[in-house]
Every structure is written in C-alpha cells, then in structure tokens.
C-alpha cells in the first residue's frame, strides 16, 4: 500500500507522524549564535562582522531545513563556511587586475597608472598635513590650485592652469563660465558621445549655453564658423572626435585657424582635447595629433584635456590658458563642485615634475605606447620561456584606447596560447588576469603588460 493511500485510510495517525517528522528536524541541533562565534577558530577575527555573517547563515540553514532541503547539521562545515565568507566580506571590492588586452589606455581597467616612484612621491604629502590651501610665505589662506598651476607654466609655457575633477567637467564649467544664455559654435561633425554617457549636445545644454550646430556631418568649412558668428556668439569650440573618424569626403577646421577667428572677433576660443600629450609618441600619433605645446603656440584662449589619458597621470580635467580667462573660471560658483582633493594633486604635480625632468619612464602610459616591437618580443620570449603549455609568439595590431586616435592601430607583439580560447579567457579572468580573444586564441599582448605581471602570468598559465 503506498503512502497517499494510508493517510486515506488513517489521517489522524498520519497528522500526529507528520508532527513527529516536523519536530525530528535539526532546528535544535542549529548552534546559538554567541556560543558559534566563541568558537575558538574564529579567536581573531572581527566578533561585529562575524556575528552580522553568523546570523545571515544560521537563518539561511534554518529556510533550508524548513524546505526539507538539508536533514542535518555539520558543525565543521558552518565553521568552514563562516570562514570563507568572512575572508570574502574583507576582500577589497577594488582590486589590482594584470592587463593582457593591449589596450594601454583601458577606461575600464582605470586607464592610466601611476608609477610607483610618482605614487612614492605623492605619499609624504597624502599621509602629512600639508600647505594645501596655506600660503607659507605670507602665513596666511592659500590657493590650492596655484601648486600644480605654476609647475604646469613652467612646464608648457602658458599663461595659467587650473585642475577639475576631469575633463567632462572641465568642459561644463568652461561653457557655463563664458556662453550661458549665450551662443557655442561647434561643427556638426564634432558632436560626439565619448562614452559612459558625455554626449556633447547634452553637456553643451546641461551648462546653459545655446549650441550652434555648423556645416554638416563630413564637411565643415572656415566660412561656417564665420556665417554663424551673432551678436549672441560667446564661443567658438573644437571638440576632439575621440573615439570615433569619419573618412571618405571630409573636411574640418584647424583649431589654429578657429583661434585667429575667435579673436579677430572678440571671442572666446575653446579646444576640448579629451587627451593631450607632451613628448613625441611613436607609430606616427605624434604626426597625427599635435603635441600641447605644438597646441599652445597658437595661444588658445582655453583648451582641456583628461589627467589620466595620454597625459598618464591621476583622474583630473586639466584646463590651460588665459590668465583673465581662468581667474574667472575660479569665480564660478561651480567650481567648488569640481574641486580636486590633495591625493589629486600631489599626484599631478608629481607626474609633472617627471615631465620637466623628461623622465618619460615615470610616466607608464608613455612608456608602454612608445616601446619598440623588438623590446616587446624580448620580453615575450623571456615571458613565454617558463610556460609549459605551448605558445606562438606573433606580431599584431592592438588600440591605443580611452577614445585617443581611434582610427591608429599600433604594431605589438601577442602570445597566443594553444587550448580553447573562451575557457582560457575564464581561467586567466579569474586568476585576475584579462586578455583578449583574436582568430580564435586567447592572447597576451605585450603592449600593457609590464615585467612585474609576469610572475602571476606564469602561475596561471602552469596551473592549467
Ligand atoms: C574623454 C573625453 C572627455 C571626458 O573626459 P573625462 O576626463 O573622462 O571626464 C571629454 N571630451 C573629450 C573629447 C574626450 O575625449
């Protein structure tokens, strides 16, 4: 006779066999939480995180027991557990990854790095109080702006500086300052979106300025800027394309020749950058973009650019130009909602001081862009030498990345590793590794790794 059939036939017996069953599960064997977190191999640790872990747990197993899903309680396996999640609960979110894609500048990887003499450097100040806005001198309030802003006159030979928090708010406070309720000429062609949501049409309305769209999506010409000059006009602006070209029947205005007009009218001339850069760069970037000094011969009313693109240093907006212009640019109320913190600035004025001293090797994001294909392969063969699996070591093409000159493949040298490429992708991802898939094989590429990844790659590549 099956089981539904005698509940038919003896339902009270049934219920009170039922209660038994209920009362038989290990509900009491479940341990009290301030006799589980006592346990002695969890002397050392936080008793708070612990407990707050213990009781998430303990009511977890207690679902689980109700829904007939476990029938009895291992004591070592809550311990073991705990553990675990304790260990878990205290793992930094943030942590340092190895960039096998190629990409140098990777936005999602956090683009640039700081070398470790710059982030050395910056420490004394970061960890001290400091003459942030303090005048020792005078012995009075200080300007907190003015100990990066004379490094980087010295530096570009410009009239002044200021820093923001990057350059998207570089941008929105330039055009906020100078063209609210006014007029912004920009071409049609310069209308971009960068990515992570900076459209410039939005940003262009968001700061209260009245955006002029001139010529058209290929072409524009010295004559539209001209045309379209009110007496509303504020600004005339460059926007750097970044991340994207267009080729074929085009035609687009010099930021040179933008400038001249801009001043014969009595107007202001803004270059948005997005990325500028100081030394030469191989692979013909320097020929395709000028340099900021090349830039600043011109003298620009205003440009900006990102700390932390080619320029290789911290998160930052870096805006160059006129002395009356930035004076009234820190009038601005919103300039408060920009500011930059000392870990900010001490690590720019570090990177900057590199600059001067034309140590290119602090600066990593130079340093990697620009070394040679054969330096590359000596460091892949060293590299690859110690793996146990087999390899190809290849030239190949790789981005500059971070929306710097889209349309420039630069040359690099890969190791591709034979087995499939996806569970290879997984295996390196979670050993912190990321590199990327091409023709098939999972590759690293030489052009963002540096010597002191190389020992974790090899671990991960003998674990297989
Ligand atoms: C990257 C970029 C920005 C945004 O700079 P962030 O420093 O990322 O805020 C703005 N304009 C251009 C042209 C850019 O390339």
Same mark, same amino acid.
């Given at each position: 006779?099956?089981?539904?059939?005698?509940?038919?036939?003896?339902?009270?017996?049934?219920?009170?066999?039922?209660?038994?069953?209920?009362?038989?599960?290990?509900?009491?064997?479940?341990?009290?939480?301030?006799?589980?977190?006592?346990?002695?191999?969890?002397?050392?640790?936080?008793?708070?995180?612990?407990?707050?872990?213990?009781?998430?747990?303990?009511?977890?197993?207690?679902?689980?027991?109700?829904?007939?899903?476990?029938?009895?309680?291992?004591?070592?396996?809550?311990?073991?557990?705990?553990?675990?999640?304790?260990?878990?609960?205290?793992?930094?979110?943030?942590?340092?990854?190895?960039?096998?894609?190629?990409?140098?500048?990777?936005?999602?990887?956090?683009?640039?790095?700081?070398?470790?003499?710059?982030?050395?450097?910056?420490?004394?100040?970061?960890?001290?109080?400091?003459?942030?806005?303090?005048?020792?001198?005078?012995?009075?309030?200080?300007?907190?702006?003015?100990?990066?802003?004379?490094? %980087?006159?010295? @530096? &570009?030979? /410009? $009239?002044?500086? =200021? !820093?923001?928090?990057?350059?998207?708010?570089?941008?929105?406070?330039?055009?906020?300052?100078?063209?609210?309720?006014?007029?912004?000429?920009?071409?049609?062609?310069?209308?971009?979106?960068?990515?992570?949501?900076?459209?410039?049409?939005?940003?262009?309305?968001?700061?209260?300025?009245?955006?002029?769209?001139?010529?058209?999506?290929?072409?524009?010409?010295?004559?539209?800027?001209?045309?379209?000059?009110?007496?509303?006009?504020?600004?005339?602006?460059?926007?750097?394309?970044?991340?994207?070209?267009?080729?074929?029947?085009?035609?687009?205005?010099?930021?040179?020749?933008?400038?001249?007009?801009?001043?014969?009218?009595?107007?202001?001339?803004?270059?948005?950058?997005?990325?500028?850069?100081?030394?030469?760069?191989?692979?013909?970037?320097?020929?395709?973009?000028?340099? %900021?000094?090349? @830039? &600043?011969? /011109? $003298?620009?009313? =205003? !440009?900006?650019?990102?700390?932390?693109?080619?320029?290789?240093?911290?998160?930052?907006?870096?805006?160059?130009?006129?002395?009356?212009?930035?004076?009234?640019?820190?009038?601005?109320?919103?300039?408060?909602?920009?500011?930059?913190?000392?870990?900010?600035?001490?690590?720019?004025?570090?990177?900057?001081?590199?600059?001067?001293?034309?140590?290119?090797?602090?600066?990593?994001?130079?340093?990697?862009?620009?070394?040679?294909?054969?330096?590359?392969?000596?460091?892949?063969?060293?590299?690859?030498?110690?793996?146990?699996?087999?390899?190809?070591?290849?030239?190949?093409?790789?981005?500059?990345?971070?929306?710097?000159?889209?349309?420039?493949?630069?040359?690099?040298?890969?190791?591709?590793?034979?087995?499939?490429?996806?569970?290879?992708?997984?295996?390196?991802?979670?050993?912190?590794?990321?590199?990327?898939?091409?023709?098939?094989?999972? !590759?690293?590429?030489?052009?963002?790794?540096?010597?002191?990844?190389?020992?974790?790659?090899?671990?991960?590549?003998?674990?297989?």
């Amino acid at each position: 006779m099956r089981g539904e059939e005698l509940v038919k036939i003896f339902p009270s017996a049934f219920y009170l066999i039922s209660k038994k069953v209920e009362t038989m599960k290990p509900f009491r064997q479940l341990p009290k939480i301030d006799k589980l977190i006592a346990d002695d191999s969890f002397k050392d640790l936080n008793k708070s995180i612990l407990t707050n872990l213990a009781k998430r747990y303990i009511e977890n197993l207690r679902e689980k027991i109700k829904n007939n899903q476990i029938d009895k309680i291992d004591y070592s396996q809550i311990i073991k557990d705990l553990k675990q999640e304790y260990k878990l609960a205290l793992k930094p979110s943030l942590r340092p990854i190895i960039n096998a894609t190629g990409v140098t500048i990777h936005t999602n990887l956090g683009r640039s790095l700081i070398d470790e003499a710059i982030y050395d450097g910056a420490k004394d100040v970061v960890c001290n109080y400091c003459n942030l806005e303090y005048d020792l001198d005078k012995g009075k309030r200080g300007d907190r702006y003015q100990h990066t802003t004379q490094a %980087l006159r010295e @530096l &570009l030979n /410009c $009239e002044d500086a =200021l !820093i923001v928090n990057n350059n998207a708010a570089a941008v929105f406070l330039i055009l906020n300052t100078f063209a609210k309720d006014k007029e912004s000429i920009v071409s049609r062609g310069e209308l971009v979106e960068i990515g992570g949501s900076f459209r410039v049409p939005d940003v262009m309305r968001e700061s209260g300025t009245k955006l002029v769209e001139v010529g058209t999506t290929n072409k524009t010409k010295f004559a539209d800027y001209e045309n379209a000059i009110t007496d509303n006009t504020a600004l005339l602006m460059k926007v750097h394309k970044s991340n994207y070209t267009i080729e074929g029947f085009t035609q687009e205005v010099d930021f040179n020749e933008i400038s001249k007009l801009a001043k014969s009218k009595n107007l202001i001339d803004y270059y948005d950058l997005g990325s500028g850069y100081i030394p030469r760069l191989s692979w013909g970037l320097s020929e395709a973009e000028p340099s %900021l000094d090349k @830039l &600043l011969e /011109c $003298e620009p009313s =205003l !440009i900006s650019f990102s700390g932390d693109k080619l320029f290789g240093s911290v998160q930052a907006g870096i805006i160059l130009g006129k002395k009356e212009l930035i004076a009234k640019l820190k009038k601005n109320q919103l300039l408060r909602m920009f500011r930059v913190d000392k870990v900010t600035l001490a690590l720019l004025e570090q990177t900057i001081l590199a600059y001067k001293l034309k140590k290119y090797e602090a600066i990593p994001t130079i340093s990697m862009l620009n070394a040679t294909v054969e330096e590359l392969e000596k460091r892949a063969n060293y590299l690859a030498k110690n793996f146990k699996i087999d390899y190809e070591i290849k030239e190949r093409k790789t981005y500059v990345g971070g929306g710097t000159m889209p349309n420039r493949k630069i040359p690099t040298i890969i190791i591709a590793l034979s087995g499939g490429a996806i569970a290879l992708e997984s295996h390196f991802r979670a050993n912190g590794i990321i590199g990327r898939i091409e023709d098939e094989h999972f !590759i690293l590429d030489m052009r963002s790794l540096r010597e002191k990844d190389f020992k974790q790659i090899i671990e991960t590549v003998n674990m297989l």
